[in-house]
């Protein structure tokens, strides 16, 4: 197991989950003044100040919308920080590992059946883009890399889809939601939970889903029944939603190579009655 672990993006939803609940011993999380991550030469004094032998990097651009426009910052930084982290954390130690995270957006959703790990990728938005070419150029810069997708997150530490659900329910709001996208909500704690795990393993490409497939309408509904309402809801169409970017229809993660995580609907009771406030 590693002795000291760096993890970028602490205060994001994933990066929370891990700080809290992972179970690294000796764990940096060091805030956007600690390390600026937008000056390559502060990434490498950093790392070689401290000699990690784990990165987990959690940080990215992730507005899928804004990135159609906005295509040069999301590749700055979900290829370009990420290589060099990659590439610099091999050149001072080639034994040590990074963990970087992934998206289920690098495939085109036209698979019903789902996705696995070597699945061939075909993004179909910048976003998806992105964090294909991110993935590759990681592999490419650092063998000693773990690219690890997720998918449609949900849990504490930071607002949320199964959240802002929840709050409009308690503010009256009308809730429209999707019921033609379909994936599988993974709770974070799960994934935090599970990363040990993963680098018990040989390097490569893992997809580290909870299990069990829902459309947002039916998470949205799911999450409304466990935190005891009958709030209306209503379902729409992807195409009467106006969104610049295209997104996949079938978000679909298959895990082939990890022991399988708890279904979703276990998660989001958990964090629905110890989280979220009544």
């Known amino acids: 197991m590693p002795t ?17 609940f992972a179970g690294f011993e000796c764990l940096y999380s060091p805030t956007r003044k600690d390390l600026d991550l937008n000056y390559f030469r502060i990434i490498q004094e950093y790392l070689k100040l ?9 940080t990215g651009y992730n507005v899928v919308d804004e990135a159609e426009s906005d295509y040069e910052n999301c590749y700055y930084l979900n290829c370009l920080v990420p290589e060099f982290i990659a590439k610099t954390l091999f050149e001072l130690n080639p034994k040590a590992k990074l963990i970087q995270f992934s998206s289920d957006y690098v495939f085109d959703g036209k698979n019903a059946n789902g996705y696995l790990e070597d699945s061939p990728k075909s993004p179909i938005s910048k976003y998806g883009l992105s964090k294909s070419i991110g993935e590759d150029l990681i592999l490419k810069a650092n063998p000693n890399s773990y690219i690890v997708r ?5 849990g504490p530490g930071k607002s949320n889809f199964v959240d802002k659900i929840i709050t409009k329910h308690k503010n009256s709001d009308k809730i429209v939601i999707v019921d033609d996208q379909f994936g599988k909500p993974t709770y974070t704690l799960d994934i935090a939970k599970s990363l040990k795990n993963v680098i018990c393993n040989r390097p490569g490409i893992y997809h ?21 309402s009958n709030s209306e809801i209503q379902s729409c169409k992807t195409e009467d939603l106006n969104s ?8 679909i993660l298959i895990n082939s190579k990890l022991p399988e995580s708890p279904s979703y609907e276990v998660g989001l009771t958990d964090y629905i009655t110890n989280y979220i406030q009544a």
């Open 208 to 228: 580290l889903p909870s299990e069990g497939v829902a459309s947002w309408y039916e998470l949205a509904k799911n999450a409304l029944l466990k935190y005891d």
């Open 150 to 154: 997720v998918s449609w997150l949900f």
């Open 244 to 251: 610049f970017a295209t997104r996949p229809k079938y978000s």
């Open 4 to 20: 000291k672990v760096l993890l970028l993006g602490a205060t994001g939803l994933l990066g929370f989950a891990i700080k809290n």
């Open 50 to 58: 401290h000699n990690f032998d784990l990165i987990i990097n959690c």
